[in-house]
């Protein structure tokens, strides 16, 4: 097979089995479940192999057996400790045996414990900048409402805070403060003020997710676009009709 | 060589701990305190108090849900979350499945579970065993109510949707993780009229549950829920724990906040006075403000605790050379530091 | 070792899974909270006195620890194969319904990884060939990228944008301005929307330009949609974001400290 | 209970054909840069040649539509800068070879237009896939020489040899001494970069896809990253910016891109190929979004009026 025709034959088939999964949408039927099992099938023997070429041999076994280069000169060494990895990662195959299931924990509780460790470790580089965002300052230190756009040098209105900036940093900061309040639950609200704050809390939350929603859209939106693009202009006009 | 002396507010010696350097001690406390604070409480709720949690309105919902599944007489349906394998997120949801369970058993009503994962799917097959037996009927408990679906995201989507067609629920509930499918099962309950109770601990996934569902919980809610329907103390106490490290954030918000002001106060007359100090000239005006900078340096700032910063390149801890590593090391040695 | 272990009486399992869940999480703990030496070059320096040494240490540490975490999720991916196996083996077995689809789904999966592995092979055995050119392929090359290229990327992207359709009818259904709560989530999407749309931003944004240019109002420069949409990204959504996932956050860290102390009672 | 309205296979057959007819014209569209994508473009051309890069690709073929284009932008940006870079993938066994089938693309379209296309092992390596990405991303931050050090590639002379022995990663001791690191990713990779890579003194630069948009603008806010470039409008803005600089006067003085954000004058790629998808979808977007506009109001009438009915009866 030539290549111009394996690419024709390729892209057809790419066509066929989206074409398949869409069919979904009208009703569930034996094409699309036939693509389905199609699809899974690839999916668990892609992982298959990647397993090995892509990671073990490389992460394990070359670390394990050492690697030389062609002029048989080492260039790294055997570590013949990595081998004791193989038996406890087989003790998660236990999971199907009666007796002895309780030490497939044993593999998960050291996964367990790397990522629990690595949570503690990590908190303060995650959270600590974002906290540091919301100390913004908020109390104007010019009496002048907008930056000026001419008639001031330029170190100084960067030096200042406006009433504007003073504004919408305060926003910023009771937007941030009204929504952690909100996520409070052992504290009994009984005073009007703190509930009416709840529900502010709870009006500044949907913004945030009015905006997920916007720009979610917009992500699917365009993989249907590309999956047309695919059909329409990659399949039909480029290799079908070769333009 | 150049030694920098930094700030009071951190460790004194520059030669002791690259991760200490600028902010301090305060990074390490800040994650200290919330652990302590985590800690305390769960210890707290592990002895005989019984510690307070406030009522969340979404599970007001819930009693609403099964009633009106037993009024139709038709199943209510739950599905605890895309974790795979189990984790601490699905044991939780399992938790408040349980608790519809128990009310769902009280009034016989039929339910329906769908598992995402085989590790899932057994741990609900126990649990719900347990709870019909704790209300003594067992007999009611069908084997077949919790189910297997699918370990693969979409596949399992389309079983749920089918399972939700042919049963025709009449509540659903969505607790857990959920992902890109959250919409699908969201939307599909819908079209037959189910009342829906969901959440999903990925806030991209809210805004769809919310737009599509009668109740949801959000963000920390669920965890909340689970606590305050199960009761368990380590649960009760790492929430309230929870509650404490949010209101010390808070706190250190706000003290950040006045702090900045009235720093960014100070700042804004002193590049005003250096300006004027150069009078039109722009190099002295450069240096000028170089030497506000300079000093500002020195003046502490309550967000410079939150700051954090490797030393500079060239601060350098005299150190004896390493013998055994000095050939491989000449070989690959970067060009010229600093 | 597995035999040893097969011996440890009942109720010395969960101290054992404790104990190594919490070594291996402590490492990671230690790690941050032990000063590290700074500016040091394992390579040229040996480190001064044993607080450095203990620093360099946990810092090889942790990298040995992160391989056996990677290594071990590695080896339970056949966890999932089995699972598949034994669905499908006996749906086809039993006969049971829809049997013909297991039969598909086995089949693909036997090719892809014989084509997977012929294929790496190919490319091991020969290096001095540019495999990354078409035009180099033989039949094996060929069928592992018309398995990966042709059928297993086209249909993940084309399962992925299924959901745009349900995005769409599930917005025209139920995106509707029925409480405060909603009409504000409505207002903002809508807003963020046609800020994402550059040609109607852009129109709306040159007209507001001539109103103030004509009337020398400087105010009025804010009406423009990009600024609108820019300030209410800013000032509003990202501090209600950063405040959800800042609880989000807490949650995991106290998730994970009771993992780590072995506090967690569920489980498997 | 059956929906009153448009049937739903109308609405999927609108949307099908909104997002296939625009496909099939060329349309220009204005649009002003997001500040993230002018922060993008700013530090990806003050790269200069021979810098190294640590590009993380955490995409595979289920967006495509997104990623794959804003890693076809940034890539053409590298290689006319001559930037060299290390790739590695931590999200999904399906990435290593998903950013190796778009560099080759990539690469064609490099010789097409005259430059000088990027050989492996002299301008770039493969450091592979590995499995669990935030302990991935921490070792990487930890100890990169540790982390890569059991990975090999392929030499220009066909030998396989420890990727540190390349021209690429010689240089590099720890994750500092690289100029920035890129992630383009859908998944949850973003997140750990953040944890784990944030705290070292290196800048980080992210490719996201649209609905992790708002997640990423509070790390771009907290200054945590550099830039981001976000969904399609991400690399619409980035092939506009590489096509007319930005705040780069025409020939008729007039600014096609203009950002505030970033007020440095930097010049694009003029007369070189920079359309890619971004914009060749993004017309087509405006009709969807359109769409959906019209089928939320449309909604929100059809519920004002039923509930006039409901309370007149």
Redesign the interface.
């Known amino acids: 097979m030539n290549h111009e025709a394996y690419e024709t034959f390729s892209k057809a088939a790419g066509v066929f089995v989206t074409v398949g999964l869409f069919s979904v949408?009208?009703k569930e039927n034996k094409f699309y479940r036939f693509c389905e099992h199609l699809f899974l099938g690839l999916a668990a023997g892609?992982?298959l192999?990647?397993?090995w070429t892509?990671?073990l041999a490389?992460?394990w076994y070359?670390?394990m057996m050492g690697?030389v280069?062609?002029a048989g000169k080492g260039?790294?060494p055997a570590m013949w400790l990595y081998a004791i990895l193989l038996p406890v990662g087989f003790m998660s195959y236990m999971v199907f045996n009666k007796k002895h299931n309780w030490m497939s924990r044993i593999p998960l509780g050291i996964?367990l414990g790397?990522?629990s460790g690595?949570q503690i470790?990590?908190y303060f580089?995650?959270y600590g900048?974002?906290v540091?965002?919301g100390m913004k300052p908020i109390f104007p230190s010019t009496g002048q409402l907008i930056v000026p756009t001419s008639g001031m040098d330029p170190a100084v209105i960067g030096g200042n805070v406006f009433i504007s900036q003073a504004i919408s940093n305060f926003l910023f900061m009771f937007t941030l403060v009204s929504v952690l309040s909100y996520f409070l639950f052992s504290f009994d609200v009984k005073s009007k003020a703190i509930l009416k704050m709840n529900t502010i809390g709870r009006y500044l939350l949907m913004i945030?997710f009015g905006?997920?929603f916007g720009?979610?859209?917009?992500?699917?939106?365009?993989?249907?676009?590309?999956?047309?693009?695919f059909i329409?202009?990659e399949f039909f006009q480029h290799t079908l009709l070769r333009r | 060589m150049q030694h920098v002396k930094p700030g009071w507010w951190s460790i004194d010696s520059p030669g002791l701990g690259q991760q200490y350097w600028d902010t301090g001690w305060f990074a390490l406390f800040f994650t200290f305190i919330f652990m302590a604070f985590i800690v305390v409480n769960i210890k707290r709720a592990q002895g005989s108090k019984e510690l307070f949690i406030r009522r969340i309105p979404g599970l007001n919902a819930i009693d609403e849900a099964v009633g009106r599944a037993t009024e139709m007489g038709k199943p209510i349906l739950m599905v605890p979350g895309l974790s795979d394998p189990v984790n601490a997120i699905a044991v939780q949801a399992i938790n408040i499945c349980a608790y519809v369970t128990k009310t769902a058993a009280k009034f016989s009503n039929p339910i329906l579970m769908c598992a995402y994962s085989a590790s899932m799917y057994t741990l609900a097959q126990e649990v719900i065993r347990d709870v019909y037996q704790q209300e003594g009927v067992p007999e009611r408990f069908d084997p077949d109510s919790v189910r297997f679906i699918s370990d693969r995201q979409f596949a399992f989507a389309a079983g749920v949707s089918g399972i939700i067609h042919r049963e025709q629920t009449a509540a659903a509930f969505f607790l857990g993780e959920f992902y890109a499918e959250s919409l699908i099962f969201a939307e599909t309950a819908n079209?037959?009229?189910a009342i829906q109770v969901a959440s999903s601990t990925e806030?991209?996934q809210t805004p769809f549950f919310i737009a599509a569902c009668d109740y949801v919980l959000i963000g920390d809610e669920f965890y909340a829920a689970s606590a305050y329907l199960t009761r368990e103390p380590v649960l009760v106490g790492s929430l309230i724990g929870q509650d404490w490290s949010k209101v010390f954030a808070i706190t250190c918000i706000l003290c950040g906040a006045v702090s900045q002001s009235m720093f960014s106060c100070s700042h804004a007359r002193g590049v005003e006075a250096a300006v004027q100090a150069s009078s039109g000239n722009a190099d002295a005006k450069k240096k000028n403000l170089a030497d506000l900078k300079e000093s500002e340096t020195h003046s502490f700032v309550f967000s410079k605790l939150f700051k954090?910063?490797?030393p500079p390149e060239d601060l350098k801890i005299d150190r004896q050379p390493n013998a055994a590593a000095a050939p491989a090391a000449a070989t690959?040695a970067?060009?010229g530091s600093n | 070792m597995v035999f040893l272990l097969s011996k440890a009486p009942t109720q010395a399992r969960k101290p054992i899974v404790w104990i190594l869940t919490f070594v291996s999480g402590g490492v990671?703990v230690l790690?941050k909270y032990w000063p590290q030496p700074i500016n040091f070059?394992k390579?040229k320096n040996l480190p001064n006195g044993p607080i450095e040494s203990v620093g360099s240490l946990l810092?090889?540490l942790?990298?040995v620890f992160?391989?056996i975490?990677?290594v071990l999720?590695?080896f339970m991916l056949g966890l999932g194969i089995f699972s598949i196996l034994r669905i499908h083996g006996t749906r086809i077995a039993k006969q049971q319904k829809d049997w013909f689809f297991s039969v598909v789904l086995l089949v693909t999966m036997f090719s892809m990884v014989v084509f997977g592995y012929w294929d790496f092979h190919i490319r091991a055995a020969?290096?001095?060939?540019d495999y990354?050119?078409a035009a180099n392929w033989g039949f094996v090359n060929m069928g592992r990228d018309f398995l990966?290229?042709g059928l297993?990327?086209?249909?993940?992207?084309a399962?992925?944008?299924i959901i745009?359709?349900f995005i769409?009818?599930a917005?025209?259904?139920a995106?509707?301005?029925?409480s405060v709560e909603a009409t504000i989530m409505?207002g903002t999407a809508?807003l963020v929307?046609?800020s994402?749309?550059?040609?109607?931003?852009?129109g709306w944004?040159s007209a507001v330009d001539r109103i103030a240019t004509g009337s020398n109002h400087d105010l009025l420069v804010n009406l423009k949609i990009?600024e609108i949409a820019?300030w209410i990204?800013?000032t509003l959504?990202?501090p209600a974001?950063?405040g959800i996932?800042f609880g989000i956050g807490l949650g995991t860290l106290s998730m994970a400290l009771r993992i780590w102390l072995g506090l967690e009672r569920g489980g498997k | 209970?059956k929906?009153k309205?448009?049937p739903?296979?109308i609405?999927?057959l609108l949307?099908?054909i909104c997002?296939?007819i625009p496909?099939?014209f060329t349309i220009p569209?204005?649009?002003?840069p997001f500040?993230s994508s002018a922060d993008t473009f700013k530090t990806l051309m003050a790269l200069q040649p021979g810098d190294t890069v640590l590009l993380a690709s955490d995409w595979?073929?289920?967006?495509?539509?997104?990623s794959k284009a804003q890693m076809i932008s940034v890539m053409r940006l590298l290689m006319r800068k001559q930037v060299k870079f290390a790739l590695w993938s931590t999200a999904d066994?399906?990435s290593?070879?998903?950013a190796?089938?778009t560099?080759?693309e990539v690469n064609e379209m490099i010789k097409k237009e005259g430059g000088k296309p990027y050989v492996?092992w002299d301008d770039w390596v493969q450091c592979?896939?590995?499995?669990?990405s935030?302990?991935?991303i921490?070792?990487v931050a930890?100890?990169v020489r540790?982390?890569f050090?059991?990975?090999?590639d392929?030499d220009t002379?066909?030998?396989?040899?420890?990727v540190?022995e390349s021209p690429v990663l010689?240089?590099i001791?720890k994750i500092?001494?690289f100029k920035l690191v890129i992630d383009m990713t859908a998944s949850k990779t973003s997140?750990y970069h953040?944890?784990?890579i944030?705290?070292?003194?290196v800048p980080l630069l992210f490719s996201v896809?649209?609905?992790?948009?708002?997640?990423t603008?509070?790390?771009y806010?907290?200054?945590?990253i550099v830039g981001y470039l976000?969904?399609?409008?991400g690399v619409?803005d980035m092939e506009k910016m590489m096509e007319y600089g930005l705040n780069v006067p025409d020939k008729d003085g007039k600014i096609q891109v203009a950002s505030e954000k970033v007020p440095d004058k930097i010049e694009g790629f003029p007369g070189k190929d920079n359309i890619g998808?971004g914009t060749?979808?993004?017309?087509?977007?405006?009709s969807?979004?359109?769409?959906?506009?019209v089928?939320?109001v449309?909604?929100?009438v059809e519920?004002f009026k039923a509930n006039k009915a409901a309370k007149k009866s």
């Not at chain 1, 720009?215 to 693009?229: G, N």
């Not at chain 3, 995106?175 to 029925?178: K, L, S």
């Not at chain 4, 969807?288 to 506009?293: F, N, T, V």
């Open positions: 949408l009208y892609w992982a192999v990647a397993i892509e990671t490389s992460t070359d670390k690697t280069d062609e260039t790294s996964i790397i990522w690595q470790q990590s580089d995650t900048p974002q540091r965002a945030g905006a997920i720009t979610t859209v917009m992500m699917r939106f365009t993989l249907v676009i590309d999956r047309m693009y329409w202009i | 079209s037959i009229g806030a991209t954090t910063n490797d690959n970067p060009g | 990671f790690f070059d390579a810092n090889d942790t990298s992160g391989t975490s990677q999720t590695a020969n290096r001095t060939i990354d050119n990966f290229e297993l990327q086209q249909m993940d992207a399962m992925f944008s745009a359709f769409l009818s917005a025209y259904r995106f509707r301005a029925r409505l809508l929307i046609i994402l749309m550059g040609a109607v931003a852009s944004d990009s820019n990204t800013k959504q990202t974001i950063t996932k | 209970m929906t309205g448009i739903k296979y609405v999927y949307l099908v997002a296939s496909l099939f569209v204005p649009g002003k500040d595979t073929g289920s967006t495509r539509g997104e066994p399906q290593p070879r998903c190796q089938d560099i080759s492996r592979g896939f590995y499995p669990s935030d302990v991935a921490n070792n930890t100890d540790k982390a050090g059991g990975k090999r392929t002379a066909g030998k396989l040899r420890p540190f010689e240089k001791q500092e001494d997140d953040v944890q784990f944030s705290g070292k003194k896809t649209g609905v992790m948009v708002p997640e603008n509070v790390y806010n907290s200054g945590q976000g969904g399609l409008k619409f998808n060749k979808y993004y017309p087509t977007l405006h969807a979004l359109l769409l959906m506009i089928l939320v449309i909604g929100n519920m």
